[in-house]
């Protein structure tokens, strides 16, 4: 069967087929996990696989042991059990008396576990026999306990009992997962070492079971987790307290990831030694995703907020010391009119501040329209957009007779007149706030995998990341206003010492942040400045 991931299907659809006939023929709405439509999604699935398989299997569910079992468990009690279906397992003194106390060991602790008892149920002509009970919980997206899955096999007698117990155990195991599609659901050994593979597991992960069986499940995690150990660290903490959950990127056989959500159990013998591991893997990605936009909405909305604030302080201050300047030499020519020279001076100074408001209006608004969202990503040559910007800047280059040097750079996948704007501004800042001729140093570098972490925590350490590095020798500045300088109109310099509107680097990092990349500065007065840029490749 094909079922579309996270979508309950009803009940003629999700439970089609001879094995599912005996959960179709009970009217479930009267009982306490109500009807097929509004059942969990982990309980529907593991209905499906207990009906599904060809081993007795039954499901005690939520805190009343609410039993869903197929028809194969109800052969090897040899009873018609059909009225039990829907009951609570409390309420049937004979299996609760059996394995009650075990069933509520396996919910408290989390924990599998495998018992064999001899049984002789009176409701049952098949007299005494012994069976095996491979009771397993089962963990909800919550990490609470929904219920437990008991696999049921009856124990023939052999010299080597345990070993037939344990074949017949596996191999009933491996078929009724196999069919399973919505989750990858493996059988590891003590080691990791992957023993079984379902078609889940092949839609999700991508390989065949004859390409991965064998391997050790380490394969499908980052190079990054693996240096950390964090595929040894999860099956330590299995064997410890029983499973480990853990959610994070993976690796596909094609190279691509996807958003893992794992749950590793520990399975235990008759002695309580630990013999392997199940690994249940649920492709997440979608919800990764949506979460993920999410917070960067959130994100946003907080950048958004910071940048009402900013421009209240304009409003407030910027904008109006050209408009109180106006206002203040208006006032002296009323008294001057007559006076050709005073006229003549004080026009000039009100066409200048005119001109300076106009400036930072113009500023204003190429900064707000700056898109968060509307320009189309596309792959950009930063050689090119380089070779641009220094042709734009060919006169001052000249006159300032600049050297500008630059490394090989990397084609990213960004907006183009952005980064144009970009490598405009940093260049044009270290041609202006410079003293003698200047030296501009580009210099570029791959970051290794997860090394952005330990410049910045805010980035996506899953992302490869190139590192920009424009330096010069230009006047500098303290390096405790190197997070000062990228706020709007935030100037280090008079107006009249170098011209400017002051928007230049606060343009710079909301392009920079546009692209979901980093920005920081370093200097020391007198000394140059260096402005490192990271931004993903893709």
């Known amino acids: 069967m094909n079922y579309k991931k996270k979508i309950v299907f009803p009940a003629q659809e999700m439970f089609k087929g001879a094995a599912g006939k005996l959960v179709l023929s009970k009217d479930w709405r009267a009982t306490s996990i109500g009807e097929i439509k509004n059942w969990p999604a982990t309980l529907a699935s593991f209905v499906r696989f207990c009906i599904d398989s060809e081993a007795p299997a039954c499901i005690w569910w939520g805190e009343q042991y609410t039993l869903v079992y197929n028809e194969a468990f109800e052969k090897l009690l040899g009873v018609a059990f059909t009225p039990a279906l829907g009951k609570s397992g409390r309420d049937i003194p004979e299996l609760w008396s059996t394995f009650g106390e075990s069933l509520q060991a396996v919910r408290e602790k989390a924990k599998a576990k495998l018992e064999t008892k001899k049984v002789n149920f009176e409701f049952s002509d098949a007299g005494e026999r012994e069976l095996s009970f491979h009771h397993t919980p089962i963990v909800e997206p919550s990490g609470s306990i929904g219920g437990v899955f008991t696999l049921v096999s009856e124990v023939k007698k052999s010299k080597r009992k345990e070993n037939i117990v344990l074949e017949m155990g596996e191999q009933r195991y491996v078929r009724m997962i196999e069919e399973v599609q919505d989750y990858a659901i493996i059988l590891l050994d003590k080691d990791g070492t992957i023993l079984n593979w379902n078609k889940g597991a092949q839609n999700i992960k991508g390989y065949r079971d004859e390409e991965i069986i064998g391997h050790n499940?380490?394969?499908?995690?980052?190079?990054?987790?693996?240096?950390?150990?964090?595929?040894?660290?999860?099956?330590?903490?299995?064997?410890?307290?029983?499973?480990?959950?853990?959610?994070?990127?993976?690796?596909?056989?094609?190279?691509?990831?996807?958003?893992?959500?794992?749950?590793?159990?520990?399975?235990?013998?008759?002695?309580?030694?630990?013999?392997?591991?199940?690994?249940?893997?649920?492709?997440?990605?979608?919800?990764?995703?949506?979460?993920?936009?999410?917070?960067?909405?959130?994100?946003?909305?907080?950048?958004?907020?910071?940048?009402?604030?900013?421009?209240?302080?304009?409003?407030?201050?910027?904008?109006?010391?050209?408009?109180?300047?106006?206002?203040?030499?208006?006032?002296?020519?009323?008294?001057?009119?007559?006076?050709?020279?005073?006229?003549?001076?004080?026009?000039?100074?009100?066409?200048?501040?005119?001109?300076?408001?106009?400036?930072?209006?113009?500023?204003?608004?190429?900064?707000?329209?700056?898109?968060?969202?509307?320009?189309?990503?596309?792959?950009?040559?930063?050689?090119?957009?380089?070779?641009?910007?220094?042709?734009?800047?060919?006169?001052?280059?000249?006159?300032?007779?600049?050297?500008?040097?630059?490394?090989?750079?990397?084609?990213?996948?960004?907006?183009?007149?952005?980064?144009?704007?970009?490598?405009?501004?940093?260049?044009?800042?270290?041609?202006?706030?410079?003293?003698?001729?200047?030296?501009?140093?580009?210099?570029?570098?791959?970051?290794?995998?997860?090394?952005i972490q330990k410049i910045t925590s805010s980035l996506d350490r899953s992302k490869r990341y190139v590192e920009l590095k424009f330096q010069d020798n230009g006047i500098g500045f303290e390096q405790q206003y190197a997070e000062k300088i990228f706020t709007i109109f935030q100037r280090l310099n008079s107006r009249e010492e170098y011209s400017g509107t002051g928007i230049g680097l606060a343009l710079c990092k909301r392009i920079v942040d546009h692209h979901l990349g980093h920005i920081e500065a370093f200097s020391e007065s007198g000394k140059g400045a260096s402005f490192c840029v990271y931004l993903p490749l893709e």
């Open 217 to 451: 499940f380490s394969v499908f995690y980052l190079d990054e987790d693996r240096e950390r150990n964090l595929p040894e660290q999860l099956m330590r903490l299995a064997a410890k307290d029983g499973r480990a959950m853990h959610e994070g990127w993976r690796k596909r056989k094609d190279g691509s990831k996807f958003w893992g959500s794992i749950v590793i159990t520990a399975l235990h013998d008759r002695k309580n030694d630990i013999i392997g591991f199940t690994k249940v893997t649920r492709d997440l990605t979608e919800r990764k995703i949506a979460e993920d936009k999410t917070r960067q909405h959130a994100a946003e909305l907080e950048i958004k907020n910071r940048q009402l604030e900013q421009f209240a302080y304009i409003a407030s201050h910027d904008l109006q010391e050209p408009l109180r300047k106006i206002q203040t030499f208006i006032q002296v020519l009323e008294k001057k009119l007559g006076d050709p020279e005073a006229r003549q001076k004080y026009f000039a100074k009100i066409n200048h501040s005119a001109r300076r408001m106009g400036e930072l209006i113009q500023a204003v608004l190429y900064y707000s329209r700056l898109s968060q969202n509307e320009e189309q990503f596309s792959p950009v040559d930063l050689n090119v957009v380089l070779e641009n910007v220094k042709a734009d800047y060919e006169l001052q280059i000249d006159e300032k007779k600049a050297v500008i040097k630059s490394d090989v750079l990397p084609v990213i996948t960004g907006v183009a007149h952005e980064l144009s704007q970009l490598f405009a501004n940093l260049i044009s800042n270290a041609l202006k706030f410079s003293t003698t001729e200047p030296k501009i140093i580009i210099s570029c570098r791959l970051l290794q995998p997860g090394e």
